[in-house]
């Protein structure tokens, strides 16, 4: 329905697509969505023979956002090269209302066996820590994710309309330090997938880490 109406509204029909992209936060494989934190009633989804039969578009993918992301990278923004091998190897990190990230290993992107490889927001920094959004115990999603995040901030009565207030109050000790360890945490998940992966270049964006910019940029590096 999504599609006929957005063909709809310019003025298209099926037969003249040739070919069509569908993006989606969920871990896919070939185009089905596999198991993943926002997935129930999802899972085994082929998207592009749903889309295929349902449209009669020939040709339909379907790739996940923050691969998407990537791929944009590479093509228009921190990742593009005027030698393609510069940065074949890359890790992205999305820094938004939860932390998500993607690579490119050897000039291919990781995916791993079900197509969630890279979900670093998953990462457990603390073994008996605060649980994320994911459910798990001590994930760097329950500390580094704008949501979690704000939420953090609230239980010590702060409560700024913008994340970026909170390092704009150094002098008040409980926003110094939710800033600091904020950074520390976010690092030390970083780091790890640094060490593994030994990227030649890292990109850190989605909105948070936008609204932060330098302010968390310097400091994280």
Not at 68 to 88: I, T
Not at 188 to 217: F, M, W, Y
């Amino acid at each position: 329905d999504l599609v006929r109406q957005t063909l709809g509204r310019a003025n298209a029909q099926p037969g003249q697509i040739q070919r069509a992209v569908v993006t989606m936060d969920a871990p896919l494989r070939n185009g089905t969505v596999t198991r993943g934190r926002d997935t129930e009633g999802w899972e085994g989804w082929n998207l592009p023979a749903a889309l295929t039969g349902g449209t009669g578009i020939p040709v339909v993918s379907a790739e996940t956002r923050i691969v998407c992301e990537g791929m944009g990278e590479e093509k228009f923004g921190a990742l593009r090269s005027e030698n393609s091998s510069e940065y074949s190897d890359w890790l992205l990190i999305h820094i938004g209302s939860r932390i998500g990230g993607a690579a490119r290993v050897n000039g291919a992107i990781l995916r791993g066996a079900s197509g969630v490889a890279l979900d670093i927001g998953s990462v457990c920094i603390e073994r008996d820590g605060s649980i994320g959004p994911n459910g798990n115990r001590g994930a760097l999603d329950a500390y580094c994710g704008a949501e979690a995040f704000r939420a953090r901030a609230a239980s010590y009565g702060l409560t700024p309309p913008q994340v970026l207030d909170l390092w704009q109050m150094p002098e008040n000790f409980a926003a110094r330090s939710l800033t600091e360890d904020y950074v520390r945490r976010l690092a030390q998940g970083i780091g790890a997938a640094i060490c593994i992966l030994n990227p030649a270049r890292v990109v850190v964006c989605g909105s948070l880490a936008v609204e932060l910019g330098d302010t968390l940029l310097q400091p994280l590096r």
